[in-house]
């Protein structure tokens, strides 16, 4: 099975990932690289970006990467585990992620991600574990 492209990847994406504006940048299963622009929408009311966008960030790449590289083997992911600390506002321009493998296992993929600003200052870290189950098999229709 052919990998996607972060072309393909980005064109796929849906829901909130598409509400809060994730763009991936690169997408392998060892880095993932991707920015989300500050909108007041995603801001808290002190004019901070809301600390959900970066748990969502990490867990949307972390996921998409992992999912990417064990769907060939009839595997998906999902979120197991997202602890999310804060350590300087973004309050404008460019939130940058960038997400480091730090464990393949057979159950479980464990990332760290990084959040900087513009001016590439640590702003946030999340540690994320990620779910590798077998994929359950497409709903069948219903008779009629």
């Known amino acids: 099975m052919a990998i996607p492209s972060t072309d393909q990847i980005n064109g796929a994406l849906r829901g909130f990932d598409r509400l809060y504006g994730l763009e991936l940048l ?7 690289r991707a920015r989300v622009a500050v909108r007041d929408e ?5 004019g901070l970006v809301h600390g959900g966008v970066y748990a969502s960030v990490a867990e949307s790449i972390a996921s998409l990467a992992t999912a990417v590289a064990v769907m060939g083997e009839g595997e998906m992911a999902m979120g197991m585990s997202n602890s999310t600390s804060f350590l300087r506002p973004i309050t404008q321009g460019v939130i940058h992620a960038h997400a480091t493998r730090l464990h393949r296992g057979r159950t479980t993929w464990v990332w760290d991600v990084r959040f900087s ?17 077998p994929s359950r098999p497409a709903p069948r229709p219903a008779e009629g």
Do not use: F, G, N, Y
């Open 26 to 32: 690169c997408c392998s299963d060892t880095e993932v």
């Open 42 to 46: 995603l801001k808290q009311p002190a």
């Open 117 to 133: 600003d513009d001016e590439d200052r640590t702003c946030a870290i999340t540690r994320m574990t990620i779910a590798v189950r």
